[in-house]
């Protein structure tokens, strides 16, 4: 295993990546329960925030969010046809019929910040506090295994044979409106 | 109780190695010995260590338990003291006043300054209250994954030293290139292509 400061740097690439393309499998109606295969719909969509970033030519970095709970995400198409790449994205995950996550992943470090769980029963008493916290722990695994499953499906097709003429070119198509 | 807020942000950890034995024993001495000390002490700038879950300010791993099922859940408390600096600035001025009667000049050297400095951070470090802020930590032992609640870089570096202090094991971050590495079931060689992926293009 590489030097973890090291590989943070080199590879942190593959997480904005994989955020860009979460992204487009959201806008072009992906069906993620088949990709994953998970036991219950899985179904994802943009939530509040969006952060892309682009390398302008001197090495500067230009930075654009959008946010808001119906922003319009036309900005950050046009971010990513010049170059930019998703580096945080606010997302909301349904788990099934009932469980509701949402929260912002940071593409380079995995990161999960603002996450909200389906609520863990709650009375207060003593004898709860295991459950509550067995339930809790249950939740923050569930979902994580989805991010997971996600990045990794994400790397096999990208390593796959037909990835440069099947998936990346569907990503383009759907970044320049083909 | 952080763990259980209804908004919580959290980094993530593979923990490499196992225990040899009675993985229980060992994580209750662990934190026993690297336990957040009861008492504060008045001239450390920082303090951290473990307390239990519940029970983030009176650290006692005797009367609170830290094994919830078949998880591990405690805390990381670390206790800081900070010295706002205009008051640094007025302790200062009020010194640097009394120096000049006490000599009879109208200058304080650079030397001066530097003792007077040093002697104000001393009393105002010894008179200030410690702040504490409390991360839990949530670790899933047979699954080697381990949840810490923040994304504070500086919580991230004290955590990881006092967590191979406590129990010789090794903390790694995940992130994506450690996802691969630790979670995966890619075989060699297809870890050994990822490892050559570039960066995707878009533009045209």
């Known amino acids: 295993m590489l030097d973890i400061a090291t590989a943070y740097n080199k590879y942190g690439f593959l997480g904005n990546d994989f955020v860009t393309w979460l992204w487009f499998l959201i806008e072009t109606d992906q069906n993620i329960t088949r990709m994953i295969a998970y036991k219950d719909p899985v179904t994802l969509e943009i939530g509040n925030s969006l952060v892309l970033e682009n390398t302008l030519g001197d090495k500067s970095k230009e930075k654009i969010t959008i946010k808001g709970d119906r922003a319009g995400l036309e900005e950050g198409t046009t971010a990513l046809k010049k170059g930019a790449k998703v580096t945080e994205i606010n997302l909301v995950c349904k788990l099934g019929q009932e469980e509701e996550y949402t929260f912002t992943i940071k593409g380079e470090s995995f990161n999960i910040t603002g996450l909200k769980t389906p609520a863990a029963g709650k009375d207060g008493s003593a004898d709860e506090m295991e459950g509550m916290v067995l339930e809790k722990a249950l939740l ?29 070119q569907q990503m383009r198509k759907w970044i320049h409106n083909d | 109780m952080g763990f259980l807020s209804a908004t919580l942000s959290m980094s993530r950890y593979h923990i490499q190695n196992r225990f040899e034995n009675e993985p229980m024993e060992q994580v209750r001495n662990g ?82 300054i530097s003792e007077i400095k040093e002697m104000v951070m001393d009393v105002l470090m010894h008179k200030m209250p410690s702040i504490p802020n409390v991360y839990d930590v949530l670790w899933d032992y047979e699954a080697a994954d381990l949840f810490l609640l923040t994304t504070q870089k500086a919580a991230n570096e004290f955590f990881e030293t006092i967590f191979v202090k406590s129990f010789t094991l090794k903390p790694i971050r995940i992130f994506p290139y450690t996802l691969v590495e630790t979670k995966s079931a890619f075989s060699d060689p297809q870890k050994d292509r990822i490892m050559t992926l570039t960066p995707l293009h878009h533009s045209r």
């Not at chain 2, 519940?54 to 919830?68: Q, R």
């Open chain 1, 140 to 168: 923050l695994f569930r979902i994580t295994q989805v991010i997971d499953t996600l990045f990794l499906q994400y790397l096999e097709q990208r390593i796959s044979n037909d990835w440069k003429d099947n998936g990346l």
């Open chain 2, 31 to 112: 934190l026993i010995k690297n336990a957040i000390p009861k008492l504060e002490s008045e001239y450390e700038e920082i303090s951290a260590g473990w307390t239990p879950f519940e029970s983030p300010y009176l650290p006692d791993f005797e009367k609170f338990s830290f094994v919830f099922g078949t998880y591990f859940l405690f805390s990381l408390r670390i206790d800081k003291k900070s010295i706002p600096a205009k008051l640094v600035q007025k302790q200062m001025a009020i010194e640097i006043e009394k120096k000049k009667e006490k000599s009879g000049r109208d200058l304080v050297s650079k030397n001066e």
